[in-house]
């Protein structure tokens, strides 16, 4: 019998799950469960969890295999697996809003899906909040699942075979110079448009502020497109806020959620999240292709 309840956050996806800490060595059973958890849910939130940086690493190991975080890689060739997310230093200092460092994280306000750029894009981010702003901090998340089923299926089968260059750069030129290093390690990729979920076939549209074009066409063509996806995924009426507790740990799933940062006052608050990715299953190009027929 299983030990974790599942409440809902959103009509679309999401969930609260509650009896189990995540810090302790978890049966092979209980990690099918969050698995499939993930499959169903896309974004599940555990509660007042007693987390630390080695039972945070031990846990996303049992999902897989982590992925290096990309900008220290990039800059230096230093393979870490944990990141910070906010403007804490240490215990009695913060990075205030003149912060480049601060400034450069707003890029996170715009939406995106985690590693879209990497030819082997992530599977889920894992993030645990130790301080959170008393005011503002949200992040904001939609399903790309929910928005490919509100398409008319006419526009499904239009997109279906649509391969798309996702660019680490193009997305954060827009915000901030990007290092000469950091950027040579990120070419533009190529990607599928639609995905489908191995383990019960929903499918998915997949964009983000890293989807650059559709290969083959126009600059202005793929720029309606991705811009028409990008805005019917994230209409006001299908996004779930998070608002972070301390002690919360969130995994969502980076193959078929959109999200953002709802943006603080770092000259007021302190906020420190500590974040994993898990590396995806492969080339989304090597995923089956999508057949509008045989939806689940
Ligand atoms: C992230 C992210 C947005 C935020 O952690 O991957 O995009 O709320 N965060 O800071
Ligand atoms: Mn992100």
Redesign the pocket.
């Known amino acids: 019998m299983s030990q974790l309840r599942f409440e809902p956050l959103h009509e679309d996806f999401g969930a609260r799950v509650r009896g189990v800490n995540l810090t302790t060595y978890l049966s092979d059973e209980v990690v099918e469960e969050i698995r499939e958890a993930i499959d169903t849910h896309s974004l599940l939130c555990f509660p007042e969890q007693p987390m630390n940086d080695d039972a945070h690493l031990a846990f996303t190991r049992r999902l897989g295999e982590p992925e290096p975080e990309h900008v220290t890689f990039g800059k230096t060739g230093e393979i870490v697996y944990l990141g910070s997310v906010g403007n804490v230093v240490d215990k009695d200092t913060k990075r205030d809003n003149a912060d480049p460092r601060t400034h450069y994280q707003k890029a996170?306000e715009m939406w995106?899906s985690?590693s879209s750029f990497r030819l082997i894009p992530s599977f889920v981010?894992i993030t645990h909040a130790y301080e959170v702003p008393g005011e503002g901090g949200a992040t904001e998340f939609v399903s790309m699942r929910a928005a490919y089923a509100r398409l008319s299926d006419e526009l499904q089968v239009a997109i279906d075979p649509l391969h798309v260059i996702h660019d680490y750069v193009f997305s954060r030129t827009k915000v901030a110079p990007v290092d000469p290093n950091h950027a040579a390690s990120l070419p533009p990729i190529e990607n599928r448009l639609v995905r489908t979920n191995p383990r019960n076939g929903r499918k998915n549209y997949y964009v983000g502020s890293h989807a650059r074009s559709i290969v083959g066409w126009s600059g202005i063509d793929s720029r309606k497109l991705i811009d028409d996806l990008n805005e019917r995924a994230t209409r006001s009426q299908d996004v779930y806020a998070h608002q972070w507790k301390v002690g919360d740990t969130v995994i969502w799933d980076n193959r078929c959620l959109l999200?953002r940062g709802g943006g603080y006052d770092a000259d007021r608050w302190r906020r420190l999240m500590r974040q994993t990715r898990v590396v995806g299953a492969g080339p989304t190009l090597a995923e089956p292709p999508p057949n509008s027929k045989q939806q689940l």
């Open positions: 996170n995106h985690d981010s999200h």
